[in-house]
């Protein structure tokens, strides 16, 4: 009887402990469902998605014969195909994309250059076997025709007349299209040279490369210069007849690689180089950059990109997204937040969803369709915080793969004017009503237990007595 009361204590304490750890666990906290899970495990990141196609089997890619290429998606940030792309290479007149890039971004197009002695002096320098406009001291012409000039024909010294119009030296230019550079996110980029001159020191990637011809086509005219087909130079007090310019870029000069999504790009050689060659392309609202270097010969730098563009268009999709696909969810967190906040002296102060605009994935798996997904069950409220922010991940699943697009900010603050008469004890797990229910539970688990003692002690004071009496029978 003894040990049976010992196990009737002994229970009766750890349901007194476990009841007691119910109100008092992590006070001052409101915790969603599931908390503790990772319903992040195995969802592919903003940082994640600009290589994670690159992980997957493309068993019919297109044999590209450049050392390095890479294929970027401009719209979702994606690289689709690429080989050797952050491998630093230089990349010859490719060089001009960035210096025509700041003349576009920081001159006018009527600004007239005056050929100094010093440009004059720098332009003597350039190899004889490159490509010149024939640019000579004291001749006064157009920031347009040298911008022209240095694309359509690739006029090395065009090229570096603008940069030393634009920073006084070409070392002084070399330090601006470095910072730019750095602002459009390349990492692996020195411009030692305006022009692209055979230079160890002169270098980038194709994926740096493919950044910069994007800014390029995209935030200047560059495209609409790039697919000029002749330009006309009239004449300049040094020249007394007109100086005819035809496009030497066979994207736009040949029927043979004619490509009619094209909308801009660079060649470019030397011996040290090889062929090179950047260009961009637009299909359906998809923008697409391609980028080879040291291609084997002049036309496969040209038959290889457009391989590039046809397998990027057919094998994978840009898909766009808004934010009102993801209202009905967003709707939902918000009430579920609010049922959250009803015991508190918290509310919801403002929201707002910050989505990536595209995200890049197979056409075969795009095909296949997709759902939105808000998960709130790594939520947690501070409900002692004057003010926060929650972040709560929107994703959009596919049968083999889910994406993170985004993050639905909710900012919670307190009420103006409440006074909170015991704030460590407001939370779900802690609210007045839960402390309330709790004590009426202990309250009948203590009178349980004394009176489960009471009936002991009289078991244990008659069984003395019974013993008592039998003793004195005895004797």
Known sequence: MINFGKKILTGLVALILSATTLWTYAPGYIFADNYGEDPNDGIVTTAERKTDLLNEVHEDAPEISATSYVLYDANSGAILLGKDYDVQREPASMTKVMTVLLALQRLEMTDIVTISSEIADAIDDIPPDYVTLGLQEGEQI?????????????ANDSSLALGMYMSGTESEFCELMNAKASEIGCTNTNFDSAFGISNPENITTPYDMALILNEAVNNTDYSEIA????????????YSSERELTNGNKFVSTT?????YYVGGKTGFTDAAGYTLCAAARKNNRNLIGCVFNSIDADTRYADLIKLFEYGYSTFATVEITESEFAPLIEEANAQIKDLLSDTNLYISDQRAVLDRYITT??????????????LSQTVIDTQASQQTLEIPLCKVYTDKTYLIGTLVIVIEKKAGVVE??????????S??????TFAVLSGLLLLLVIILLIFRARIIKRRRDEVTKRANML
């Open 142 to 154: 157009s920031v347009k025709d040298l911008v022209y000039s240095a694309v359509l024909i690739s």
């Open 256 to 260: 043979e690689f004619g490509y009619e």
């Open 362 to 375: 197979t056409s075969s798996r795009a095909q296949l369709g997709s759902t939105n997904r808000l998960d």
């Open 432 to 437: 007045v009503r839960s402390i309330l229910i």
């Open 227 to 238: 697919k000029t087909l002749s330009y006309t130079i009239d004449a300049t007090n040094k």
């Open 421 to 430: 008469v015991n704030p460590e004890k407001i939370t779900n797990l802690t």
